[in-house]
């Protein structure tokens, strides 16, 4: 990856996290998320290797889950790159 899709990358990262905060929907989906993870923790915490488990295979799920929004998010500059240079759709000021 060059200099500039790093940059942009750890740019969107950094600002992610705030437009999430921004978003209405987004918090309602990370609050029930959150009572869920809880009730579960609460109703299995004497099973330790259960928790375990399923920490492992949330940890697997998220790690997937961020790099396929990263794949997406340079898939689409690659397709924005390539359209830039197809004639007219190519934005000239």
């Not at 915490?45 to 375990?52: E, I, S, T």
């Not at 990263?70 to 190519?90: E, H």
């Amino acid at each position: 990856m060059n200099d500039a899709l790093e940059l942009l990358c750890a740019w969107l990262e950094t600002n992610r996290r705030q437009l999430q905060k921004d978003d209405p929907q987004w918090r309602e989906f990370s609050a029930e998320a959150n009572e869920r993870m809880e009730a579960f923790y609460r109703t299995h915490r004497r099973n330790k290797p259960l928790v375990h488990a399923v920490n492992d295979l949330l940890d697997a799920l998220w790690f997937q889950a961020e790099r396929e929004a990263r794949l997406s998010l340079l898939l689409g500059l690659q397709m924005g790159a390539a359209l830039d240079g197809a004639g007219p759709l190519r934005w000239e000021p």
